[in-house]
């Protein structure tokens, strides 16, 4: 009997994790009338979550001895708080920045730990319930996997650069060092620094968007190898290395990748909190 008659192959059950539910076909690379639903609703829902967690941290703070869960969000606000004193210098700044800092931070830990739930959970559950509702089957939940949404971020963070860079320089200021940074304000240079800083502007929004997405799409990709491996095992009755690798290898890159989802939180945090310095700084 073949494959496909008892179940998907392994090719088969990977693509298939691996697609969105869309609002429509995607047909090309880049569509930007497309809309990964799934991506939308779990990074909307973890940010509302998110935000209800710092809410209750700082709702249930008291000046005395605090529990563990008010210790944990404190140390957590003045690592960032920290963080954004020594990176952006404007005290008037740092009341929007720092408190921007945490938000990314815990949103993006919060969307990167999704990827620590069974791999075949909530798609199994939405097997189910989607199609009864008249949507297709296909559902993932590692927002930070798709890089819609870590590249929708690192535009944000460009476009607030960009504001801070007015703001600070001002319109004129700003432009001026357009074309006079880095190389100098000589006019035969000016043609030369402006494609420069476009390009300095580019490479920091794509590498700060394709970072996040990378590291956690290539995790994803071995929590399915991982699955596979337990999947190969419940067809085969000899398969017992099969089922010892499973629980092995997928205890070991889970607590692994729990080092993950906070470094790469952040990393995407530190970037943005240095982007934003940079706005302050003039050439």
Known sequence: MSASANGPTAGEYIVHHLGHLQTSKQTSVVDFTIVNLDSVFWATLIGIVGCWLLWLGARKATSGVPGRFQAAVE???EMVDGQAKGIVHSA????????LALTVFVWIMLMNAMDLLPVDLLPTIWHSVGPALGFKDYMRVVPTADLSITMGMALAVLLICL???VKIKGAGGWIHELFTAPFGAHPL?????FVMQMIEFLAKTVSHGMRLFGNMYAGELIFFLIALMGGAWSLSATGIGLAIGHVIAGTVWAIFHILIVVLQAFVFMMLTLVYIGQAHDSH
């Open 75 to 77: 140390m957590l606000v």
């Open 163 to 165: 504001y801070y860079n």
């Open 189 to 193: 240079l000016w043609p030369v620094n």
């Open 92 to 99: 008037e700044s740092r009341k929007f920045v720092a408190p």
